[in-house]
């Protein structure tokens, strides 16, 4: 068997097309008749849920938008009474109030489908032990992953995060063959075991499932050269149940989507307009098989790419490039825009350093400045100071040539970086204290 659900992961184009139209306007009758936020919204608008003629019609219907889950805050958005909630997660809101996901059985059900056929298109098989590293609670990337895995049949840890020694002990004594967690506390569990003497190439771990923060390609590698697995990613976000929403193939070559449950668009983020596809901007997001809390055409904020091509999996879902960055963080230096996964991607080709680092920008009189500090090698750092700034210059330079500014750069000393266990905070913009 070479797909969980054969039917969707290789429907024809037109077949799908179909599919998403009728579960479109089923949809958008649902929350028109059901959310006073969307009757209200739609009315607005002049658009009706009959509208939906054809899978064009729906940009004609109004966006969702961040704001809009806050100012709903808790329930505000949920399309059904509480006594059909049968779960609750949150994010954890720690710039504002948090976002809410209330789910019905149906919908606790809907996700498991997603990350089961994420997870097995991953390559996870029911003889595999599935360590699961996500903080398990209001965050949804546990829960996610560890109904997925269950789904599929294979045995789940349910570690959680954090005692990094503890679950290099567990990895090597369970013999654990898949890792679930973010790719930040990844390169900490590895750096750990190095540490501890512990091989990781050496033992049956094989897949890893990351996803919950930004990656860049670089960053992928690195992990795989660390670790011996196959590092692949599965994307989501809380908005829409959690993790699951898109997944690596091993062709590893873009994140094929679950158009069967959601419609994927991509919006200038400026005007707003459509754009086709294999255009660069922002993500927009219908939920169309969910019933706690649909969200209609949902801004992401994540900068990306959809791609509609043939892949040597076999899937026929489209694909969509590894998020570039969120437009929310993208920096804008001296009127340049600048993505923080632009940074990473040169720092971690650079051989003389380790793949911990944190960016800072300030201002300075008029100026905006950026800085980024770097963890250098200890055999790098152990050269001493000449041999430090001749580094430091050279990377300055990369950073010039590539991105066409200048990045203030300062390699520290090795481990003085504070590692994460779970979503890392690597950009401090000191321009908005
Ligand atoms: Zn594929």
Known sequence: ???WDERFETMSEEEMRNFQREHLGKTARWVYERIPFYRRKFDERGVKPDDIKTLEDLSRFPFTVKTDLRDNYPFGLCAVPLSEVVRI?????????????????????????????????????SNDICQNSYGMGLFTGGLGFHQ???????????????????????????????????PTYALTMAEKAEEMGIKLKDLPLRIGSFGAEPWTIEMRKE?????????MECYGLTEFGGPGTGFDCVEQNGL??????FIFEI????????????????????????????????????????????????????????????SDDMLIIGGVNVFP???ESILLEISEVEPQYVIIVRKKGYLDQIHAD???????????????????????????GIIGIGVKIRLVPPKSITRSEGKAKRVFDERKL
């Open 267 to 326: 919006i200038d983020p400026v005007t707003e307009e459509v754009l086709p596809v294999g255009t660069k901007g922002e993500l927009v997001i219908t939920a169309i098989q969910r019933e706690a809390m649909p969200l209609l055409r949902y801004r992401t904020r994540d900068i990306t790419t959809l791609r509609r091509e043939k892949c040597s999996c076999g899937r026929t879902l489209l694909k969509m490039d590894k998020i570039y960055g969120r």
């Open 1 to 3: 068997m070479n797909y």
């Open 148 to 182: 997925g895995a269950t789904r599929v049949g294979a045995a789940v840890i349910p570690v959680s995060s954090g005692q990094t020694e503890r679950q290099i002990i567990i990895m090597k004594d369970f013999g654990t063959t898949v890792l679930f967690a973010t």
């Open 223 to 231: 992990i795989e050269n660390r670790t011996g697995i196959k590092a």
């Open 341 to 343: 996964s632009q940074i």
């Open 89 to 125: 997660h949150a994010s954890s809101g720690t710039t504002g109030k948090p976002i809410t996901g209330p789910y019905t059985a149906n919908d606790l059900e809907q996700w498991t489908e997603c990350m089961a056929r994420c997870l097995y298109a991953h390559g996870v098989r």
């Open 256 to 261: 094929h989507l679950n158009e069967d449950h």
């Open 374 to 400: 770097v963890e250098a090698k200890q055999e790098v750092y152990d050269l001493g100071p000449q041999k430090i700034s001749e580094v430091e210059k050279m990377i300055e330079g990369k950073m010039r």
